[in-house]
Nanobody, 130 residues
Framework: EVQLVESGGGLVEPGGSLELSCAASGFGFKNYHMTWVRQDSGKELEWVASINSGGFNTYYADSVQGRFTISRDNAKNTVTLHLSDLKTEDTGLYYC???????????????????????RGQGTQVTVSS
């Protein structure tokens, strides 16, 4: 059974930083791309970033490019999202999601795959407010 457990969220002021972690189990982690998505209250699910199975291809939404960094440790079965220069619009519940293939090559491919398979954790809340 696929299990994804996110941690690291919290309340932070605009301009601040956070590091989110996701611990994965129940599947061959090193064989799949991993993705972070987020959803704010009353809004649609939004794709944030993805990383391929080997960790050498990364993809970011335009809204977070240059501020967020996705990485993974295949020895520890973890994927991390480092958030910096946070803005109020970054507020939301952040989910770690498992892909169905080693790479996804584009934002739409990455996002469509995780939306369809539904493999997401329970999420960790990020609130950016002064």
């Amino acid at each position: 059974e696929v299990q994804l457990v996110e941690s690291g969220g919290g309340l932070v002021e605009p301009g601040g930083s956070l590091e989110l972690s996701c611990a994965a189990s129940g599947f061959g982690f090193k064989n799949y791309h991993m993705t972070w998505v987020r959803q704010d209250s009353g809004k649609e699910l939004e794709w944030v970033a993805s990383i391929n199975s080997g960790g050498f291809n990364t993809y970011y939404a335009d809204s977070v490019q240059g501020r967020f960094t996705i990485s993974r440790d295949n020895a520890k079965n973890t994927v991390t999202l480092h958030l910096s220069d946070l803005k109020t619009e970054d507020t939301g519940l952040y989910y770690c999601a498992k892909g169905d293939s080693p790479d996804c090559y584009s934002d739409s491919w990455c996002f469509d795959e995780v939306k369809e398979n539904g493999h997401r954790g329970q999420g960790t809340q990020v609130t950016v407010s002064s």
